[in-house]
DNA sequence: AATGTGTGTTACCGGTCAGTAACGTCCCAA
DNA sequence: TTGGGACGTTACTGACCGGTAACACACATT
């Protein structure tokens, strides 16, 4: 189906995008970078092609509008979030409940090597429009996430696993959003230490 | 001085603000209520202005630019939420650990009834640029809001008031954005059966 | 050699937005 | 009565932004 790598010339790469992807992959790549620095409305389309080595018409014909191109990278992104399940699966496996401790661990560094918070719930306070497509994509990712975090409390056998994997999704969530609104000195230093101690509490009975 | 209230005229009052306060109070109101509507960069200044039964000259000599005005917004958000703590003391008078529960309280309640999440957190979310005055508005009005929490679990009693403060401002911040971006089923619904659990566990040592 | 697809380039349109200028009006205080 | 301060109105600027049109080019396939 006609396609073919655009390595054939030593492509005059302009921006951050070493190429080998194809125009397409590149946008999505660049539009997801700059839509974390900039926020969604604070980026142009015209912006996000330049630095993908592309341009405007080439990103139009692959993405009908702006609001397309925005739920693609949403949904990249939680697709990339999704792999952390399989991660921890090949990292323990059939350990869940040291799959839990390894969810937490993870959850806590991402928030101290990076305050700009998760890019769904950005999203989400961004494009407040009624009915803007992006948000029935990021409702769905973030449920699917919650309830794959209620299936591995329930696999790490915590009896009332649905109240833990929510307790500890509100305090990640929360941890996320105090190190971006507060900085690094916020209460969600000692994220990984109540997380833990809340699991213990729940494994005990 | 020369502070003459605007009730002379029958004022046709275009919009939602039923007159009686000068158009700086008004700006500042319609302003609040349109950015948690429509966000800060989805709203504009002239927009906001006829929200107010004014007009754009009069919100730019009132405020030099936008930024100007968001920062009124927000210095005047918080100065607002604050007015809980005089609240509960009030409602429990010398009574920091039913202060405690009554905070909480609040809190579940405010999340529930409105899904647009903190409009402090909101702002951090959409002004990304590096400086951008709100930002220090922000940072303050949170740290000083978690300070205030730490004191009164202090008063309360509890051993280690700090970890509890922290865990509490974790989940009730999680539990906003929470259903600001998953909606009315998100995790946060058991957010004060939670909260007063921890509060307990933090009680009894 | 001919064709078609994907891509790059330039230019443009219409709309919105932040911010300003100039002028007029109303009302209060002196 | 008069002056001044606060406010309203209209019109404008310059920038940006989302989206489109038209044309040119490069390349792979046939």
Redesign the pocket.
């Known amino acids: 189906m006609?396609s073919?790598p655009?390595k054939?010339?030593a492509d005059n790469s302009d921006k951050l995008v070493t190429t080998l992807e194809?125009?397409?992959e590149r946008i999505v790549k660049s539009a997801i970078e700059l839509f974390r620095q900039h926020g969604i409305k604070g980026?142009?389309?015209?912006?996000i092609a330049e630095a993908a080595?592309?341009?405007?018409?080439?990103l139009?014909?692959?993405f009908?509008?702006?609001?397309d191109l925005v739920c693609e990278c949403l949904k990249q992104v939680s697709s990339e979030k999704e792999r952390i399940w399989v991660d921890l699966e090949d990292a323990y496996p059939g350990e869940p409940a040291r799959q839990l401790r390894g969810w937490v661990d993870e959850a806590a560094q991402r928030i101290f090597n990076d305050l700009r918070g998760c890019d769904l719930v950005n999203a989400a306070v961004e494009l407040k429009e009624a009915g803007h497509p992006a948000q029935k994509v990021i409702m769905d990712a973030k449920k699917a996430h919650v309830q794959h975090l209620v299936e591995l409390c329930r696999r790490a056998g915590v009896q009332q696993y649905e109240q833990l994997a929510q307790a500890l999704v509100l305090l990640v969530e929360g941890a996320r959003v105090c190190g971006q609104s507060i900085g690094i000195e916020g209460p969600q230093q000692r994220l990984k230490q109540t997380c833990e101690a809340l699991i213990d509490a729940f494994s005990k009975h």
Chains 1, 2 share one sequence.
């Open positions: 006609s073919a655009s054939t010339i194809r125009p397409r980026i142009g389309v015209d912006a080595g592309s341009n405007k018409m080439t139009y014909r692959h009908g509008c702006k609001d």
